[in-house]
C-alpha cells in the first residue's frame, strides 16, 4: 500500500510542473488559437536567462527569479510582436506553423550561445525532503511541486480577479467583440505570450534544479503535448488535469511496467495514453466540443 502511495505522490509531484507547460500552452491557444510548438525552447531560454542572474550575476534568489521572468516575458513579447502580430486575421494555422519554425530558429540560438555543454544548476534552496513512514519525496521534487503550484494559483487569480484577466478572457472568446467593446487585443496577446513564457520559465527553473542545465532540457517540452491535448486545448481546468494525469501515468508505468524489461516505456507511454483519450474524447477531457457545419 505504502509503494503504491509513493507512486501516486510522486506521479502528483511531477504532474503539477507538467500542469504548468500545459498552462503555458493553453493561454496562447485561447487567446489566438495557435499551438505554440517553441514551448521547449522558451524554457529553456528562460531558465537560462535565470541562471546568468543568478548564478553569474549573484543576484538574491527572489531578484534573479523575478528578473529572470521579466526577461522571459520580454522576450516573449518581441517574439510575438515580429512574429505572430503580422500573421493577425489570417488562418491560426500559419501562426502554428510559424512557432514551428520558431522553434528551430531559437533551438539553434541556444546551441550557438550556450554551446553542449550541461551547466551545473543547483538552487540550494531549504531541504524540504518529506519522509512519511516508507515513503520519500525529495526535495528537488517537492520544490518543483510548490513553485509550479504556487505560480498556477497566481495565474488564476490574475485570469479571474484583475481587470487585465477580464481583458484576456474577453479576447480569448473573441478577438472581433473584444475590440469592439474598446479593448486593445494587440496589446493583450503580448500580455497572454508574456505571462506564457514566465510559466514556462518557472517550470523550466524546476526541472533544471534536478541537476543540471543544457539544451537538451528542452525535450522536456515535448510533455506538454499529451498534457493540453488529453485535458482539452482550450481549458485552463484541463491543463491542470491533464498535467496530473500525465504525471501519474509517467510514475506507474516507471514503477510497474519499466522493471519488467520495457526500458523507456515511461517516455512513450504518455502519448499512447493521449491516443487512446482522443479516441473517446476527440476534444480532450475538457475540451470544449466544436460543431461546425460543412
Excluded at 235 to 259: D, K, M, N, R, T
Aim: charged share 10%.
Amino acid at each position: 500500500m505504502m509503494e503504491i502511495l509513493q507512486v501516486i505522490f510522486s506521479g502528483l509531484l511531477t504532474g503539477m510542473v507538467y500542469a504548468l507547460l500545459g498552462l503555458g500552452i493553453v493561454m496562447i491557444f485561447k487567446a489566438s488559437e495557435a499551438f505554440n510548438f517553441a514551448v521547449g525552447e522558451f524554457l529553456v531560454i528562460g531558465a537560462f536567462l535565470f541562471f546568468i542572474l543568478f548564478f553569474d550575476l549573484k543576484l538574491p534568489f527572489i531578484v534573479a527569479l523575478l528578473g529572470g521572468l521579466g526577461l522571459s516575458g520580454l522576450f516573449a513579447a518581441a517574439v510575438e510582436r515580429l512574429t505572430i502580430q503580422p500573421l493577425l486575421g489570417r488562418n491560426p494555422i500559419s501562426m502554428t506553423i510559424i512557432t514551428l519554425g520558431l522553434a528551430s530558429f531559437l533551438r539553434a540560438i541556444v546551441q550557438l550561445v550556450f554551446g553542449a555543454h550541461s551547466y551545473s544548476f543547483s538552487l540550494d534552496l531549504p531541504d524540504l525532503t518529506l519522509e512519511i513512514g516508507d515513503m520519500i519525496f525529495l526535495s528537488e521534487q517537492v520544490w518543483a511541486s510548490l513553485l509550479s503550484g504556487c505560480t498556477f494559483g497566481l495565474v488564476m487569480l490574475f485570469l479571474f480577479r484583475t481587470r487585465w484577466g477580464v481583458a484576456i478572457r474577453a479576447t480569448s472568446e473573441s478577438q472581433a467583440k473584444a475590440m469592439a467593446y474598446g479593448i486593445n487585443a494587440r496589446l493583450i496577446l503580448v500580455v497572454v505570450w508574456s505571462l506564457s513564457a514566465a510559466c514556462i520559465a518557472i517550470a523550466g527553473i524546476a526541472i533544471s534544479n534536478f541537476g543540471s542545465l543544457t539544451y537538451l532540457t528542452a525535450m522536456v517540452g515535448f510533455r506538454a503535448i499529451p498534457v493540453v491535448l488529453v485535458g482539452g486545448m482550450d481549458s485552463i481546468g484541463g491543463a491542470l488535469a491533464g498535467g496530473l494525469i500525465v504525471g501519474l501515468c509517467e510514475a506507474f508505468v516507471g514503477a510497474y511496467i519499466e522493471p519488467m524489461g520495457l526500458i523507456g516505456f515511461k517516455n512513450v507511454a504518455p502519448y499512447i495514453l493521449l491516443l487512446l483519450v482522443l479516441l473517446v474524447r476527440p476534444y480532450g477531457l475538457f475540451g470544449t466540443v466544436r460543431i461546425e457545419r460543412v
